[in-house]
């Protein structure tokens, strides 16, 4: 059975930072591609970063230059650090996989996901 789970979310003030972290089992994470996607109320869900299972790093417009992602094979873990946190990124971050990295279009969220885990910026 697949098991995605989520921790290190929190109330944070607006321009603090969080490193959130999902640890996998049941499938080949070394070969496998990772990454979040969050969902704040009222809102559609949306895609955040990613990372490949060759350790390539990709992050939404929104969010490039601040969430450096990385992933330890070694603990099937991937980590996802989120700077400048800004009052509107207050969502339930969730982790995804497997992510369909494609060319031209935001990647497409895979099968499995996690309960998710809730940041919260304050002003």
Known sequence: QVQLVESGG???????SLRLSCAASGLTFSNTNMGWFRQAPGKEREFVA?????????????????????????????YLQINSL??????????N???????????????????GTQVTVSS
């Open 50 to 78: 990613a990372i490949s299972w060759v350790d390539s790093a990709f992050a939404a417009d929104s969010v490039k230059g601040r969430v450096p992602i990385s992933r330890d094979n070694a603990k099937n873990t991937v």
């Open 86 to 95: 800004k009052p509107e990124e207050t969502a339930i971050y969730y982790c």
């Open 97 to 115: 996989a497997p992510i369909r990295i494609l060319l031209l279009q935001a990647p497409s969220a895979g099968n499995y996901w996690g309960q």
């Open 10 to 16: 929190g109330l944070v003030q607006a321009g603090g």
